[in-house]
């Protein structure tokens, strides 16, 4: 029922900057938190940035873009934000957006993931 739809992801150059965004939509009584997961060809998913919801809207960062990357949440709009500076080459993976749900106040729990949006740094 909850869907999340990520768009932002572009061809840059290195030392650039993009805007992801994540889009939540569908039944969702409540938003616990929510993060951004990027994917290197062959290598495994990570953790990029999160926020948590219920805990004030507390951040938390990879070491690999602390300073750089911005997690940020549109509550009104329920939208969630990446905002990519000072790129690197290293940085090139898709991006995914995930998030943690209740669909009623009784609690039914769901993990999202969206389809991904692609971002290439070049150098």
């Known amino acids: 029922q909850v869907q999340l739809v990520e768009s932002g992801g572009a061809l840059v150059q290195a030392g650039g900057s993009l805007r992801l965004s994540c889009a939540a939509s569908g039944s969702i009584f409540k938003t616990n938190a929510m993060g951004w997961y990027r994917q290197a060809p062959g290598e495994q998913r990570e953790l990029v940035a999160s926020?948590?919801?219920?805990?004030?809207?507390?951040?938390h960062y990879a070491d690999f873009v602390k300073g750089r990357f911005t997690i940020s949440r549109d509550n009104a709009e329920n939208i969630l934000y990446l905002q990519m500076n000072s790129l690197k080459p290293e940085d090139t993976a898709v991006y995914y957006c995930?998030?943690?749900?209740?669909?009623?106040?009784?609690?039914?729990?769901?993990?999202?993931w969206g389809q991904g949006t692609l971002v290439i740094v070049s150098s």
């Open positions: 926020i948590t919801i219920t805990s004030n809207d507390m951040t």
């Open positions: 995930n998030g943690d749900f209740e669909t009623t106040a009784w609690g039914d729990y769901h993990n999202v």
